[in-house]
Structure formats: structure tokens, C-alpha cells
């Protein structure tokens, strides 16, 4: 196989990845955070895993998986906190998801790109 196949092979995981999360209920996670994560293109090209109502987008496929894509959380009085969980720096409270999303983008890893098949072993 070569590097453009795989390639070609992880888009594909990562695309049907996201048609499933995107269809996922609300009792699983509220839409809107999947939405305004799928609108950002680079987001887009992570793989997405939903935990506990909370969406982790994932620099490989398979597990285990880095921790350094930051994390969007709701915050009970409103707004949202996005969290790099790898070192656990808190990066900011924004009120909308979309300036969540936002900043996740804002602090993606360095050298991020899309997902590859494999674990965090294999970046």
C-alpha cells in the first residue's frame, strides 16, 4: 500500500467517522457541537469520538490516542471552556461554539494534520 492510499484509506475512516457522529441523537451529544465542529475544515479532517456527551477529535485513528487536540466543554452557567488535556491548560471561555471550535483550532498541535491510521505511537 502506498502513502497515498493509506492516506486515501484513513480520509475515508475519518469521513464515515463523522457521518456517524454527526447523526448521532442528542442523547448522545447535542448536535450543534458536532455541527460547529464539522464546520471548521481542519476539525474536519480529525477523528471524531464522542464520550460522555463531550465530542474528542483525535489526530489518529486508533487508541491509544494523543490527548493534545484541545476539548470543547459545556459549562453549567452557560458558555464553554476549552481545555488542552494533555497538559491540562485551560484556553479560554468562550460563549458561542463556534469561537470554541474556533480556538481549538487557534491551538492545534504543531504539525497537525489529518488523522493517520494508527495510534499516538505511530505520529
Not at 64 to 91: I, K, M
Not at 92 to 99: A, I, R
Request: glycine residues 8%.
Amino acid at each position: 500500500m502506498t502513502n497515498d492510499e493509506t492516506s486515501r484509506d484513513a480520509a475515508d475512516i475519518v469521513s464515515a467517522k463523522w457521518q456517524t457522529v454527526l447523526a448521532y441523537a442528542d442523547h448522545k451529544i447535542n448536535p450543534a457541537t458536532t455541527r460547529a465542529a464539522y464546520a471548521q475544515p481542519r476539525l474536519r479532517e480529525l477523528f471524531p469520538v464522542v464520550s460522555h456527551g463531550v465530542l474528542y477529535l483525535n489526530r489518529c485513528t486508533g487508541f491509544p490516542a494523543p490527548a493534545d487536540v484541545p476539548v470543547v466543554y459545556r459549562l453549567s452557567g452557560g458558555g464553554f471552556q476549552v481545555v488542552r488535556e494533555s497538559d491540562g491548560v485551560n484556553l479560554g471561555e468562550p460563549t458561542t461554539l463556534e469561537e470554541a471550535f474556533a480556538l481549538v483550532v487557534a491551538n492545534l498541535p504543531e504539525g497537525c494534520g489529518p488523522a493517520i491510521i494508527g495510534t499516538a505511537d505511530d505520529l
